[in-house]
């Protein structure tokens, strides 16, 4: 589902952030999706935190129902620990997990976001996003977050699409049961009427 109407563009300051955020807000359901470039190894803890935050504010500002947040996030968020009770993850992450890959999960989990890249099991050679000049070091640093894990039916890199660039592309599909949101819409409306008519015996 591709959201339209209303583009609202959020800038950082310390780095070169750019956030799009796209909705319909006519619709009962609008769907937001927002794109981001992310902060790299060269800042600090400080700047990650305000990177977060910027990112936070531009969904708590958004009015959509639905969000999906893509972004060359560049930390390593490895597998998901055996013990862990995040919700963030789903069993099918790749590689080691730095402190940075930390601090997404963490936004992921406050934000009530899921992981995409972690819910499909694919071969290697699908799972990771960036390889170093030199060719010796790849890693899974770019990933797509929903905000239902259900929306998500796939997720996994196009080895097939030279971009030329050190990253590679990633698809994601994203699929809104509208039938069913319909239908939640009515139950809720006819509940709302049933709390007012209680209300109004009473």
Same mark, same amino acid.
């Given at each position: 589902?591709?959201?339209?109407?209303?583009?609202?563009?959020?800038?950082?300051?310390?780095?070169?952030?750019?956030?799009?955020?796209?909705?319909?807000?006519?619709?009962?359901?609008?769907?937001?999706?927002?794109?981001?470039?992310?902060?790299?190894?060269?800042?600090?803890?400080?700047?990650?935190?305000?990177?977060?935050?910027?990112?936070?504010?531009?969904?708590?500002?958004?009015?959509?129902?639905?969000?999906?947040? #893509? !972004?060359?996030?560049?930390?390593? +968020?490895?597998?998901? %620990?055996?013990? $862990? =009770?995040?919700?963030?993850?789903?069993?099918?992450?790749?590689?080691?997990?730095?402190?940075?890959?930390?601090?997404?999960?963490?936004?992921?989990?406050?934000?009530?976001?899921?992981?995409?890249?972690?819910?499909?099991?694919?071969?290697?050679?699908?799972?990771?996003?960036?390889?170093?000049?030199?060719?010796?070091?790849?890693?899974?640093?770019?990933?797509?977050?929903?905000?239902?894990?259900? #929306? !998500?039916?796939?997720?996994?890199? +196009?080895?097939?699409? %030279?971009?030329? $660039? =050190?990253?590679?592309?990633?698809?994601?599909?994203?699929?809104?049961?509208?039938?069913?949101?319909?239908?939640?819409?009515?139950?809720?409306?006819?509940?709302?009427?049933?709390?007012?008519?209680?209300?109004?015996?009473?």
């Amino acid at each position: 589902m591709t959201a339209q109407g209303h583009m609202g563009q959020l800038k950082a300051r310390s780095w070169n952030l750019e956030a799009k955020l796209q909705y319909d807000t006519p619709q009962p359901n609008p769907t937001g999706s927002c794109g981001v470039y992310a902060t790299t190894s060269i800042y600090d803890d400080e700047d990650v935190d305000i990177f977060y935050e910027e990112l936070g504010k531009a969904l708590d500002e958004d009015k959509s129902k639905y969000n999906v947040v #893509m !972004s060359d996030f560049n930390p390593k +968020i490895g597998q998901k %620990d055996k013990h $862990s =009770d995040t919700q963030s993850m789903g069993p099918f992450g790749t590689g080691e997990k730095n402190v940075r890959g930390e601090r997404l999960i963490k936004f992921a989990e406050e934000r009530n976001l899921i992981i995409a890249n972690t819910l499909f099991q694919k071969p290697e050679k699908r799972m990771w996003t960036w390889e170093s000049p030199d060719g010796t070091t790849r890693n899974q640093i770019d990933f797509t977050m929903t905000s239902e894990r259900n #929306m !998500s039916k796939d997720c996994g890199v +196009i080895t097939k699409i %030279d971009i030329g $660039s =050190d990253h590679r592309m990633v698809r994601a599909r994203i699929v809104i049961n509208s039938r069913l949101e319909r239908l939640r819409r009515i139950k809720k409306k006819e509940t709302n009427k049933d709390k007012h008519r209680n209300t109004g015996d009473a």
